[in-house]
C-alpha cells in the first residue's frame, strides 16, 4: 500500500471556526491531490499540487486553500468552516500524473469532517 | 456541469454472473479512462484502465470496453464475486490538462449477492 497518512480522520467542529486537514506521504510523489466525497457527486477535486510550492484550483475550490513546503506534506484549509463544507476528504497521491499506464493514483483512507 | 456520469447508482448480481459497470463522458478531450474500486471507511483504489486508442482492456475477471464515438466506458467483471461489493468510480482524464488532473462520476454500488 501506497505510504499516505491523512489526519485527522475524524473531526466534527462548529460553523466559522478554521480546520486544516493533513495528508503526508512517505513515497516521494511528486503530485498530490485533496478531494471530497459527497453522495451523488462523486469525488470532486478541491486543490491539487505538482511540486512544492506548486499548486491548482480544482473543480470546487472556493471555502479552500492549500500549502505545500515540503513534498511529503500536503495542507487543506477551511479558513471559516461552512455546513456546506461537511464531508468526506480524501488525499490522492501520484509519481507522474495519473494518465501514465501503471501509474494511477492512490488514495488516502479519508478524513470525516462534519461541521455543525 | 457533469462531464462523467454513471447513471445507474447501484447494481445487484448474483455470485457467478457478470457485472456491468456504465459510465458515460461529454468532454471530447478525454482520452484516458480509469475505474477505481471503494469500500466503506477505505480510500478509492485503482482497478483498471483504458487509453483512448484502444477499445478494449482486460486484466483478470476485469474488461473495461471504449466505445469512442458514443462516448461511453463500460466495466465487466466475470465471475463476480461477493468481494466485488464496493462502489465503483470511472474517471477520465485529458492531455490538455496536461493529464494532472482526473475527473470522477458519481459511483456505482455493486452488490453481488452469493
Known amino acids: 500500500d501506497a505510504g499516505i497518512t491523512q489526519s485527522p480522520r475524524h473531526k466534527v467542529t462548529e460553523t466559522g471556526t478554521p480546520v486544516t486537514l493533513r495528508c503526508h506521504q512517505t513515497?516521494?510523489?511528486?503530485?498530490m491531490y485533496w478531494y471530497r466525497q459527497d453522495p451523488g457527486h462523486g469525488l470532486r477535486l478541491i486543490h491539487y499540487s505538482y511540486g512544492v510550492k506548486d499548486t491548482d484550483k480544482g473543480e470546487v475550490s472556493d471555502g479552500y486553500s492549500v500549502s505545500r513546503s515540503k513534498t511529503e506534506d500536503f495542507l487543506l484549509t477551511l479558513e471559516s468552516a461552512t455546513s456546506s463544507q461537511t464531508s468526506v476528504y480524501f488525499c490522492a497521491i501520484s509519481e507522474v500524473p495519473p494518465r501514465e499506464p501503471g501509474q494511477p493514483q492512490h488514495f488516502g483512507d479519508g478524513t470525516r469532517l462534519s461541521i455543525l | 456541469d457533469q462531464q462523467v456520469k454513471q447513471n445507474s447508482p447501484s447494481l445487484s448480481v448474483q455470485e457467478g454472473r457478470i457485472s456491468i459497470l456504465n459510465c458515460d463522458y461529454t468532454n471530447s478531450m478525454f482520452d484516458y479512462f480509469l475505474w477505481y474500486k471503494k469500500y466503506p471507511a477505505e480510500g478509492p483504489t485503482f482497478l483498471i484502465s483504458i487509453s483512448s486508442i484502444k477499445d478494449k482492456n482486460e486484466d483478470g475477471r476485469f474488461t473495461v470496453f471504449l466505445n469512442k464515438s458514443a462516448k461511453h466506458l463500460s466495466l465487466h467483471i466475470v465471475p463476480s464475486q461477493p468481494g466485488d461489493s464496493a462502489v465503483y468510480f470511472c474517471?477520465?482524464?485529458?492531455?490538455?490538462?496536461?493529464?494532472?488532473?482526473?475527473?470522477f462520476g458519481e459511483g456505482t454500488q455493486l452488490t453481488v449477492n452469493p
Open positions: 474517471a477520465a482524464s485529458a492531455r490538455e490538462t496536461s493529464g494532472s488532473r482526473l475527473t
Open positions: 513515497e516521494n510523489h511528486r503530485y
